[in-house]
């Protein structure tokens, strides 16, 4: 599991392809949130609430988390 803290906020996100996804809008009690580009809303399990406009990104969701980036599984990679 990982644990995220606000040094990862504004790290790219990336999926398994290497494709950019967004970037951590930020981080509030360990869960980032993802800013997704265009398009990937559809694209993630999880769902923004109607007034936030990120995404919560699920611990097992996480793949890797380098120092420049962070990668994530959707399930629709394959």
Known sequence: MQH???EHANM???????ERLGRVAG???GEARL???????SRMD???????DALA??????VEVT???VRIELGDEE
Not at 35 to 41: I, L, Q
Not at 46 to 52: G, I, Q, R, V
């Open 35 to 41: 800013e997704p580009e265009t398009g990937v809303e």
């Open 67 to 69: 120092d420049d980036y």
């Open 27 to 29: 981080v509030q009690d």
């Open 57 to 62: 990104i699920d611990a097992e969701q996480v």
């Open 12 to 18: 790219p996100v990336v999926d398994a392809r290497g």
């Open 4 to 6: 995220f803290t606000q």
């Open 46 to 52: 999880a769902a923004a609430s109607p007034d936030e």
